[in-house]
């Protein structure tokens, strides 16, 4: 009988959720730090896009290949309210024969001429947005509850309007929740968690493109330190635009203009992982995601993440017994075979 903390289980459950050849951060977990500790996160993402999507139309316009690094950082303020910020770095490049223009705005509607040099065919690397949130969890007897408010704010005025964008360059809150249970009373080490949120951007032109995301995790832990997980992802954007074949020539000026921004970008992606712990402050994870259902926008051929998370404590910190109560989440977990 050996024990898996939840740190084991939080810090490996970083996912990133892609969409439009972007990385948005579900920062949002169930399980929280406790008072005093915390975890600094290194992630790198390859992100290939292949198909570009008009409607539910899949049309081969370029490909899209997107390099992200992420510096995330997670802190308990009390054993049940934890903040978290994070900043990626996006480095993206466009290989095709339809690059964006670039945009006159000297007149009452927009000019489009030339061609956007974020399109040539190299990588752009810069900052992309500013993510910050606080959880706070409500429960942990026999499952965990962590509802979450959360921003996303862009780090500068970078460029939306093209292939090789690093972003929509949108303010963004976030309201959600997270939760989390291990079923092993049925299955002895199969975790289960999720986050469900909503995004409020506002009003862009004349649509409000708010925006639901779900993720969910189906773990299950091999042994104590290492654990496999099948995983998915979707996003269902409220009020927008489909995108429409050669968009230039058949939507608006300003709509084409904004159109990464208020297109219904609905997408379900669906991927598998691990995680491993090094040790007791160390733990490794990787995944490999593919979109498999797609209204608009760039579909994933595939993306692969690779992480690394440090655990750190301070002087705010102190001793405790993680698994102490019979039916809490964190009770004894069996490893496989093991009697």
Same mark, same amino acid.
């Given at each position: ?161 093209? !292939? ?6 949108? /303010?963004?809150?976030? *309201? $959600?929740?997270? @939760? &989390?249970?291990? +079923? ?73 203009? !904004? ?6 970008? /609905?997408?379900?992606? *669906? $991927?598998?992982? @691990? &995680?491993?712990? +090094? ?61």
């Amino acid at each position: 009988m050996r024990f898996v903390k939840p740190r084991t289980i939080a810090t490996t459950s970083i996912a990133l959720l892609l969409a439009s050849g972007t990385a948005s951060v579900a920062f949002a977990q169930a399980f929280v730090p406790p008072k005093g500790e915390g975890s600094v996160s290194f992630l790198f993402q390859d992100v290939a896009v292949k198909d570009h999507y008009y409607g539910t139309t899949p049309v081969d316009n370029g490909q899209i290949r997107t390099e992200v690094a992420l510096f995330d950082v997670s802190y308990g303020l009390t054993d049940r309210m934890a903040i978290s910020v994070g900043l990626p770095l996006v480095a993206a490049k466009y290989s095709g024969v339809v690059p964006h223009p670039l945009v006159d705005l000297s007149g009452p509607t927009p000019k489009f001429y030339g061609a956007n040099p974020l399109d040539n065919g190299d990588y752009h690397p810069t900052l992309q947005d500013l993510r910050f949130s606080v959880r706070y969890n409500i429960t942990r007897k026999n499952y965990w509850l962590t509802p979450f408010v959360g921003s996303v704010v862009p780090s500068h005025n970078y460029e939306y309007f093209a !292939h090789a964008a690093p972003g929509i360059r949108l /303010n963004e809150i976030q *309201l $959600g929740i997270s @939760a &989390a249970k291990l +079923l092993d009373a049925a299955v002895p080490g199969l975790l289960i968690q999720g986050t469900f949120s909503y995004g409020i951007v506002g009003q862009v032109l004349d649509f409000t493109p708010n925006r639901f995301n779900m993720d969910l995790e189906v773990g299950y832990f091999l042994t104590p330190k290492f654990r496999v997980m099948g995983l998915s992802t979707g996003q269902i954007v409220q009020d927008g635009i489909d995108i429409m074949p050669n968009p230039r020539l058949n939507l608006p000026a300003l709509e084409y203009m !904004h159109h990464d921004q208020i297109s219904i970008d /609905n997408s379900l992606n *669906l $991927g598998a992982g @691990a &995680a491993f712990s +090094l040790n007791e402050r160390v733990d490794l994870y990787g995944s490999l995601i593919h979109t498999v259902a797609k209204r608009n926008g760039h579909a994933i051929d595939h993306g692969v993440t690779m992480g690394l998370t440090w655990s750190f404590s301070t002087a705010n910190s102190k001793d405790r017994m993680i698994a102490s109560a019979e039916h809490s989440l964190t009770k004894c977990v069996c490893e496989k075979g093991t009697k």
